[in-house]
Structures are given as structure tokens and as C-alpha cells.
């Protein structure tokens, strides 16, 4: 699988916008998914995940009820809509898969990863 993140931009405060993350390969569908933010001089935060299914998904607390995640396997694609955006989401975003069984919310278990799409927020 090869991971295509795409729709950042730059948009006001307040505003939204859906990042989508297409996939290549058969096997989409078996993958757990998930989206990344990092900024210049942090590490890599956890923001979203979705299970294999779809049935589960898992969001960074302070994030839970602004950003949605969600699936489309016919399209082999993971969108992540943001609504009331800030300026502290500006970050460079990344899409991942991973297949094993351990936690969602850790870089380390993730195997593929995007390239990143830039989100800027401003005030």
C-alpha cells in the first residue's frame, strides 16, 4: 500500500476543510488507518484513527468533537474533516496504516505513512 495525503491549504480560523488520504493496493481495506500532525521542533502527534472496519474510531482528546475521521474502502480513501479550525492546528498532516494489533496512538506502530499535506491556520 502507498499513501497519498491530500487538501491542506490555508484557511481562517474558525473555517474547515477535509484532508483526504488515498491509497494504492489491494489490501486497503485490511488496514487500520490513521492521521498525524507535527509542527517544526515537536515530535509527531496522534490525531485520529479508524480501525480496519470502520467500526472504531479513536481521536486525540483535545481534539474530539472538531475533527471527524472516516473511511471510503470502495475509494480506498481516509478523509479527515476539520471544523472550527485554530492556529495552533497548523501543522503539516500525515496519513498512516498499519496492520498489527498494537494501539492506535503511537507512530512506532504505524508501517506506511503519506507524504503530508500543510495546514495553516490563520487568526
Known amino acids: 500500500v502507498q499513501l497519498q495525503a491530500s487538501g491542506g491549504g490555508l484557511v481562517q480560523a474558525g473555517g474547515s476543510l477535509r484532508l483526504s488520504c488515498a491509497a494504492s493496493g489491494r489490501t486497503f481495506s485490511s488496514f487500520d488507518m490513521g492521521w498525524f500532525r507535527q509542527v517544526p521542533g515537536k515530535e509527531r502527534e496522534f490525531v485520529a484513527a479508524i480501525s480496519w472496519s470502520g467500526a472504531h474510531t479513536y481521536y486525540a482528546d483535545s481534539l474530539k468533537g472538531r475533527f471527524t475521521i472516516s473511511r471510503d474502502d470502495t475509494k480506498k480513501t481516509v478523509y479527515l474533516q476539520m471544523t472550527n479550525l485554530k492556529p495552533e492546528d497548523t501543522a503539516v498532516y500525515y496519513c498512516?496504516?498499519?496492520?498489527?494489533?498494537?494501539?492506535?496512538?503511537?507512530?512506532?506502530?504505524?508501517?506506511?505513512w503519506g507524504q503530508g499535506t500543510l495546514v495553516t491556520v490563520s487568526s
Open positions: 498512516a496504516a498499519k496492520s498489527g494489533v498494537d494501539g492506535y496512538y503511537y507512530t512506532r506502530n504505524y508501517d506506511i
